[in-house]
């Protein structure tokens, strides 16, 4: 039994224990006991467990997950997680004169089995790799924490599995779960903002690094044929009956789309200027402002014929999610963003002033959100004294100007 005695001593170490802790933790009654500490005790034996032997309680969790499946999924990724914050590396001016670190091999082993756990497919468990969505922000925000303590210097392997993943179930979106591809994909999204948030100099090449890396495989094979796809698919429901099941894919889709463009958006927005200057991924950036000019074009012509609020609001919800990644690099990298400027502006603005127009005419389709950002991109450019002597931004902002004085 998991419950400390009056001297404060708890049972010994071991995946039986553990495993009882976790079931008084998970179970809706484990609070309701007759003396009240059942729970406290249950968080104590963890916490005492992790303080003497933090490698000992990791791998008892890890046994446990792999041979109970689900049942203590979530709330050992959350556990998992916490031990990686405080037993990953030793931290100065603890007063404490023994502070139990994580070895460099009990390390490699919560690596490995992680990302194997949910990135690899398991031929003897077909359905090992559908899990909640709970549980993939739980996995991806215990791997992006590790990825963060890590990298540049270790666990280097982590975003080329990712990429691998998404890129090897492109095609098996389906309903009603978060397949392998698109939890890998929530994965790579928290890791690349935790990356973003370093500062030191060495993080910001490595990050370059992996933009110039990675985009080009993302936007022709994940990102521009994902846009095309959603965008299809949504012109063919408006064209059709749109049946319940029909209706839960493309929102499906929908939400797939925003993490792609959430993931695009973050590597753009750590190495724009970078990847416009390498060769063999300078296009790949063209690809991508293509991509994103002509499925924000072809939404906002659909949104009048969606009839469903949830449609509505999820195409919304992308438009913003696509017109922050282009605020976002224009606001970081004016002069590396002057040869985009004149469509965005000119497509920003058209938006501004036909939303003008129809604000009183009949129910507004466009989101706030939305709206913010891209009059968050117009305020940007024109007040941007960067752009004066350039000769593309000059040619954009006459065209801007030309605009407005025909509205007014």
Excluded at 250 to 261: C, E, F, H, N
Aim: aromatic content about 8%.
């Amino acid at each position: 039994m998991v419950d400390a005695n009056r001297s404060g001593e708890v049972p010994p170490l071991s995946d039986a224990s553990i495993r009882e802790a976790l079931h008084i933790l998970q179970s809706p009654a484990g609070g309701l006991s007759s003396d009240g500490n059942v729970v406290k005790s249950a968080e104590s034996a963890l916490l005492q467990w992790e303080s003497s032997d933090p490698g000992s309680l990791a791998r008892g969790l890890m046994n446990i997950m792999k041979n109970d499946g689900n049942k203590f999924c979530l709330m050992i990724l959350l556990i998992m997680k916490n031990l990686v914050h405080r037993r990953w590396k030793k931290r100065f001016g603890r007063k404490q004169a023994f502070f139990a670190v994580l070895s460099d091999v009990e390390k490699d082993e919560i690596r490995k089995f992680f990302v194997n756990f949910f990135l690899v497919s398991r031929e003897d468990d077909k359905d090992s790799r559908f899990y909640n969505r709970q549980e993939w922000l739980a996995a991806a925000g215990l791997l992006s924490k590790i990825g963060r303590l890590d990298l540049p210097l270790a666990f280097q392997d982590l975003i080329p599995q990712l990429v691998q993943c998404i890129s090897a179930n492109t095609e098996s979106l389906s309903v009603g779960i978060i397949d392998q591809g698109e939890g890998a994909a929530l994965i790579l999204n928290e890791v690349l903002n935790e990356l973003l948030t370093k500062r030191l100099l060495v993080d910001k090449k490595y990050f370059a690094k992996i933009s110039i890396d990675l985009l080009p495989l993302l936007s022709s094979s994940i990102f521009v044929p994902s846009m095309k796809y959603t965008v299809e698919n949504l012109q063919s429901m408006s064209n059709q009956y749109q049946n319940a099941a029909y209706v839960e894919l493309i929102k499906k889709q929908l939400r797939y789309a925003k993490l792609l463009s959430q993931i695009v958006g973050a590597l753009l927005s750590g190495g724009f200027s970078k990847i416009l200057e390498n060769e063999g991924s300078k296009d790949s950036v063209r690809d991508v402002m293509g991509a994103i000019i002509d499925s924000m074009m072809r939404l906002l012509s659909l949104l009048e014929h969606l009839n469903s609020d949830d449609l509505l609001a999820s195409v919304n919800e992308l438009l913003e999610y696509l017109s922050d990644a282009v605020l976002e690099v224009q606001s970081r990298y004016a002069i590396s963003f002057a040869e985009f400027l004149a469509p965005f502006l000119e497509l920003f603005t058209n938006i501004i002033i036909s939303s003008a127009e129809q604000y009183r005419q009949k129910p507004f389709l466009l989101s706030t959100p939305f709206l913010v950002s891209i009059f968050g991109f117009v305020t940007n450019v024109v007040s941007c004294s960067d752009y004066t002597p350039d000769e593309h931004s000059n040619d954009a902002l006459e065209s801007f100007r030309s605009q407005v004085r025909i509205y007014c």
